[in-house]
């Protein structure tokens, strides 16, 4: 049986985490109502606000599933209309959420590969009116980043609570809750911050925070009650009780964010933006084509339609024998295209690694390919930038 550490997982999340993140968390286990717990909880809940540009910040077992159903089940009251934008799998569950919660979605559906523009939700907003809307800021099912900023332009003053899911996007990609007219932004721990699964992360505005502390009608679940978690999050230094943290991963998610820190985030999106867009043109050299519409290209994921006649399993093995991980297409794109996730901690060595292992497999797989062209692309377009990702130790 060959061990995880003997591969290079490349998937779209989870990502790998540094050995400095493992340490971290093999700790013994400390009391939740303890103030030496309580004052990390702190510092991460105040890095994660100062990151997401949220007026509060909830950390709360689970992964991104749970904060996309948290984000609803706070705002939604039922019979709420709620328009949920959605251009692949991910940002498809909103609905199915919103139902659950006695909402009532009206689906805006965008073509696989497109983004969501602002025009798009303009007219919806013009159409009538609505107690949330929804769009996801990296599709990861199709590595389409669709521009939330400008769309938050478009939802102010609409009276609109703006719901963003950025599990793909936050820690790699720029995305702001208030400054950009964002209500409620949820992602994770696993992805572009690589800490390891297991934290679902849901950051407010101060006009989501406001609604949520009026708010009468309670909400129809219990755990996932940010009224409930909302004294321990805005103050946990005054040590009060909902439901057990999960310790580790939080000393966990600290040390990850000491990492970004020492980083520093605007080369964090730096690296992200370079290494994903010369990813993508060694991808186009040897002759893939971009499931993303030209211009909305996620900067975290690549996903990329086969050449006929590519069986998907076969070439996904191959790289495997190459000691990498990649993932299938999702839903409809299953079989026809693959995906490389290039966020958290990836270096240019390892998107070199997974260039060759895709080059050799298409070799193998009888496709004519110069061996290391794509390699030359990818080092071509990155140019002079280089970048220390893997920080192990502080230097
Ligand atoms: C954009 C997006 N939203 C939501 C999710 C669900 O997150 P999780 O698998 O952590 O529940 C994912 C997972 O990949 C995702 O990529």
């Known amino acids: 049986m060959v061990s995880m550490d003997d591969y290079l997982l490349l998937i779209p999340g989870p990502t790998m985490v540094s050995s400095r993140v493992l340490r971290a968390m093999s700790r013994q286990v400390d009391s939740h109502l303890h103030l030496e717990f ?38 939604i009251e039922p019979g709420d209309k709620v328009l949920c934008f ?10 199915e959420i919103v139902k659950r919660h006695g909402g009532k979605p009206k689906v805006f559906e965008a073509p696989l590969g497109s983004a969501i523009k602002p025009e798009d939700v303009r007219k919806a907003l013009r159409e009538d009116s609505f107690k949330a809307i929804t769009v996801t800021h990296i599709e990861t099912s199709t590595a389409v980043k669709s521009p939330i900023k400008e769309i938050g332009e478009v939802v102010a003053g609409s009276g609109a609570y703006y719901i ?13 809750t208030d400054s950009w007219n964002i209500d409620v932004l949820c992602t994770c721990s696993q992805k572009c911050l690589a800490a390891p699964p297991g934290l679902a992360i849901v950051g407010l505005s101060k006009g989501a925070l406001e609604y949520l502390e009026k708010r009468e009608v309670p909400i129809s679940m219990f755990y996932g009650d940010l009224k409930g978690w909302l004294p321990i999050m805005r103050n946990p ?29 605007e080369k964090r999106f730096e690296r992200h933006r370079i290494l994903g867009e010369a990813f993508r043109r ?13 211009g909305y290209e996620a900067d975290t994921v690549t996903a990329l339609h086969y050449p006929n006649g590519i069986d998907d399993v076969k070439f996904r093995n191959l ?15 299953r079989g026809k295209t ?58």
């Not at 991910?90 to 609905?95: I, L, S």
């Not at 963003?164 to 702001?176: I, N, Q, R, T």
């Not at 186009?284 to 519409?293: I, S, W």
């Not at 790289?319 to 794109?333: H, K, N």
Request: charge should be negative; glycine fraction near 10%.
């Open 338 to 395: 693959f995906r490389v996730g290039h966020m958290g901690n990836i270096s240019p060595n390892d998107l070199i690694s997974v260039i060759s292992a895709i080059e050799y497999s298409l070799l193998k797989l009888g496709f004519k390919v110069e061996l290391g062209r794509g390699v030359k692309e990818f080092n071509e377009s990155i140019g002079n930038n280089h970048f220390i990702s893997k920080l192990d130790e502080k230097a």
């Open 319 to 333: 790289v495997a024998e190459r000691s990498i991980l990649i993932s299938p297409g999702f839903g409809p794109l």
């Open 282 to 294: 060694s991808m186009e050299v040897l002759g893939f084509k971009l499931v993303a519409e030209r």
């Open 237 to 265: 230094l005054d040590i009060k009780y909902w439901a057990t943290p999960p310790i580790n991963l939080i000393y966990a998610l600290r040390e990850a964010l000491n990492q970004i820190f020492d980083e520093g985030i």
């Open 38 to 75: 309580n004052t990390l909880l702190k510092s991460v809940i105040d890095d994660l606000k100062k990151l997401s540009d949220s007026s509060e910040v909830f950390i709360i077992a689970g992964s991104g599933t749970l904060a996309q159903e948290i984000s609803i089940a706070n705002i």
């Open 164 to 176: 963003v899911d950025a599990v793909c996007s936050f820690g790699g990609v720029e995305v702001k």
């Open 86 to 95: 959605t251009n692949g799998f991910f940002g498809g569950r909103f609905p």
